[in-house]
């Protein structure tokens, strides 16, 4: 039984901190953010915002649009890494604000759980709905997976520019509209790491953020050869002399922390399929600079990030690379239109693989590409770490479901706030009913409960 993604929405929180507004009271130059990472605008929760409502509000959007009612789902899940509790799944919070819709008692037989492995969960949570439908568990009903984030670091730390927030919902059925994913080859890689973590009790994380970028793209590599491995020997994939598993992956979804990284982990996997192939001596010829190899070619991250010689020769080899045809190519045609989403909203750690996949579909639509059986292949990482990839195709279905696709007037009026306003909320120095906005159709948290016996009781209303 084939299992997919049968239609996706989105709730991204309509304030906004402006890149170049951020740059100039941190002191920075604008294009370290614009051009070096890539963020242009950061999405931030009001004070009446959290990451259930901004769940319930995606999922509402999923079901309305869909005329799907609870009875039609089977599972709700929600992948997380900004839980609410040590205990209550978030799931329980989604349904208790979509019964205020949907009638008390209405999801009584959706199971579902809150997942949690930074912004890797989802792709897992996926992955076990989709065995779910093909397992043919469902029955007929959908599977809902929900990934809701808020990208929230310290003031003044080096990872407050790649902050963030907001929600994809996904509809899962064995007949998907959109894409359905290539049976029996995810593939995943795991390794006990700390490049960010946020221990008990602590708002933001603790990053060692180029050691994560560095992470990020071994642990994704390793799953990629793993994939590669199960697509040759299951025979979905077949190559001939010269060429590269990559050469079959018509569109690169990465998770994207900030848009330029997935720039980065693109030349970084090129460059690691490549190597061996005989297009790649016509590039180093053309490039006329060797690629560099590490003091201690078998050493730890921590050494080759410590190999001062090598890292500013390989980041400069990275850099040349970058700028070759035969790199831009690539870039223009299967990679930059999953990044004009994550330009516009900043890091929403689960969500962001799903909204670069979203930002993909709408744009490369409104280029006019025919997606239909094209194959996309997805890099999800999650820090802490484990990566996984795996891929899908596009249906002939998809048009009706991508057509009406349009991230801005989704995401609504957009407001900029002041970077006074927004440390403000940074530092949680506003309850939640001294909100920005003037929220409408939609969920809201209104109060948190403080006495002993209903401390965190979190009470959230549908404004119509
Ligand atoms: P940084 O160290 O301050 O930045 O913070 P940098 O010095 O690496 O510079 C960034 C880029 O800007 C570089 O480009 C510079 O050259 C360029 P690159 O060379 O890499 O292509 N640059 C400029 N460009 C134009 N004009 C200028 C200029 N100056 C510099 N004037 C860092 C960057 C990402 C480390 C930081 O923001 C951070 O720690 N962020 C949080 C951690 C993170 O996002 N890590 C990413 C990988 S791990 C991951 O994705 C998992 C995660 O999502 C969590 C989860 O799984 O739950 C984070």
Redesign the pocket.
């Known amino acids: 039984m084939a299992a997919g993604i049968d239609d996706i929405a989105i709730y991204i929180p309509r304030l906004f901190v402006d890149a170049r507004d951020f740059a100039k009271a941190r002191g920075m130059?604008p294009?370290?953010l614009q051009?070096?990472?890539g963020v242009s605008k950061m999405a931030i929760v009001d004070t009446n915002q959290d990451p259930a409502c901004m769940a319930a509000n995606a999922c509402l959007r999923l079901m309305e649009r869909n005329k799907i009612s609870p009875k039609d789902v089977g599972r709700l899940y929600v992948a997380t890494?900004s839980s609410l509790d040590e205990s209550k799944a978030m799931n329980s919070y989604v349904i208790g604000m979509l019964e205020q819709i949907y009638g008390d008692g209405s999801f009584e037989h959706c199971g579902g759980i809150e997942c949690k492995f930074?912004?890797?969960s989802g792709s897992y949570a996926l992955y076990d709905n989709s065995n779910w439908i093909r397992a043919g568990e469902a029955e007929g009903k959908y599977a809902i997976v929900v990934v809701s984030d808020i990208?929230k670091?310290d003031l003044g730390s080096?990872?407050e520019?790649?902050q963030g927030a907001g929600a994809v919902a996904m509809l899962l059925n064995d007949n998907p509209r959109i894409m359905t994913f290539d049976p029996k080859i995810t593939s995943t890689s795991i390794k006990n790491e700390y490049?960010?973590y946020r221990p008990f009790g602590k708002e933001t994380?603790i990053?060692h953020?180029?050691y994560?970028?560095l992470?990020?793209m071994i642990q994704i590599k390793k799953a990629l050869m793993t994939y590669k491995e199960k697509a040759l020997s299951s025979g979905l994939i077949k190559l001939n002399e010269g060429e590269t598993i990559l050469d079959y992956i018509d569109f690169v979804n990465m998770?994207l922390?900030?848009s330029?990284?997935g720039k980065?982990a693109l030349a970084y996997l090129l460059r690691h399929e490549w190597r061996n192939l005989p297009r790649w001596k016509k590039i180093i010829d053309k490039m006329g600079m060797q690629e560099p190899i590490p003091k201690d070619p078998r050493g730890t991250i921590e050494s080759v990030l410590a190999d001062e010689e090598f890292m500013q020769k390989d980041?400069q080899f990275?850099?040349i690379f970058t700028m070759t045809e035969e790199f831009q190519e690539i870039y223009d045609s299967k990679l930059a239109s999953s990044l004009i989403a994550s330009r516009m909203v900043g890091?929403l750690?689960t969500a962001?693989l799903y909204m670069g996949f979203r930002s993909c579909l709408e744009f490369e639509f409104q280029k006019g590409t025919d997606l239909e059986e094209k194959r996309f292949g997805f890099g999800s990482?999650?820090?802490?770490s484990s990566a996984m990839v795996f891929s899908g195709r596009i249906m002939p279905t998809y048009k009706e479901m991508v057509r009406d696709m349009n991230l801005e007037s989704e995401i609504g009026n957009r407001i900029k706030i002041s970077l006074e306003e927004y440390e403000e909320i940074h530092e949680n120095k506003r309850g939640p009913t001294e909100n920005i906005l003037d929220s409408k159709k939609e969920f809201v948290l209104v109060e948190i409960e403080n006495k002993p016996e209903m401390r965190g009781q979190r009470t959230y209303v549908f404004r119509e």
């Open positions: 130059d294009d370290k051009r070096g990472l890494e930074a912004c890797v990208a670091y080096s990872g520019y790649t490049d960010f994380p990053v953020g180029q994560s970028n992470l990020y998770h922390p900030y330029n990284m980065k980041h990275t850099k890091n750690y962001s990482y999650g820090s802490g």
